[in-house]
């Protein structure tokens, strides 16, 4: 009798981990930040599935700050109170489908540990921000082409950093020939952070927010580029 009801036991625990599984948020990725108006707050959408082809009706968000150091309590978002409550989000597409698009609107700034609901079924965490997001375009001094070294941050769940000139392409502005033969795409540079880490820190602890800065400058180019 005992190995019978440990039987069942271990059935109904594997259910109970087989429905959590079930539903997943499929966009964005995590680490992903949405641009804040001038509010301070964005709509956030989301992408959510269901693994097991259920149709999707109805979906909830939870939202939980996180601080600086990328855990809670959520020191990061004072705008918001740190329990960690549910909110139904607004199904914008696919609605009785396995795969819908649904949105959350005016989420104050702030990096959260984000999880949906659904069919009785739990999604894993995701984590994702409201915050400021920086195109560096311009010439080899916004490329960090002086290569005086990294300042790196300090809170990297905070502060990110995107470049993805890896490699040199016919349509790169910076892809012309110098006089010595040389390359304006080429180099150690591509990829370097310069001091856009410090730079983020500054932000994140002003404004409580996460930062993005995305490299698009090249060495060499030109106004018309």
Same mark, same amino acid.
């Given at each position: ?5 440990? +039987? ?13 599984? !079930? ?8 680490? =992903? ?8 707050? =964005?709509?956030?959408? +989301? ?8 149709? +999707? ?17 959520? &020191? ?57 997001? #920086? ?25 990110? #950093? ?9 349509? &790169? ?32 602890? !002003? ?7 995305? !490299? ?5 180019? !030109?106004? &018309? &580029?």
């Amino acid at each position: 009798m005992r190995v019978v009801r440990l +039987l069942l036991r271990l059935s109904a625990s594997l259910g109970v981990l087989t429905a959590t599984a !079930q539903v997943r948020i499929a966009w964005p990725l995590s680490n =992903a930040v949405f641009q804040r108006d001038a509010a301070g707050k =964005a709509t956030v959408r +989301l992408i959510v599935c269901e693994a097991g082809n259920t149709p +999707l009706r109805a979906v909830q968000v939870r939202f939980a700050p996180l601080g600086l150091d990328g855990e809670r309590p959520g &020191d990061a978002a004072p705008n918001r109170p740190v329990t960690e409550t549910w909110e139904t989000a607004a199904i914008t597409a696919g609605i009785g489908t396995p795969r819908v698009v649904c949105q959350v609107e005016a989420v104050p700034g702030g990096l959260y540990a984000v999880q949906v609901r659904a069919n009785d079924s739990l999604s894993r965490e995701v984590v994702m921000g409201v915050g400021e997001i #920086f195109a560096i375009t311009g010439q080899s001094n916004a490329a960090g082409a002086v290569n005086c070294g990294e300042l790196p941050t300090r809170y990297p769940h905070f502060v990110r #950093f995107f470049n993805a000139k890896t490699a040199c392409a016919e349509h &790169d502005p910076g892809g012309r020939a110098f006089a010595d033969g040389s390359n304006a795409c080429g180099g150690p540079t591509k990829e370097f952070r310069f001091y856009w880490g410090a730079l983020g820190d500054l932000f994140a602890e !002003q404004l409580g927010v996460p930062v993005v800065f995305y !490299q698009t400058a090249y060495g060499g180019s !030109q106004v &018309d &580029d």
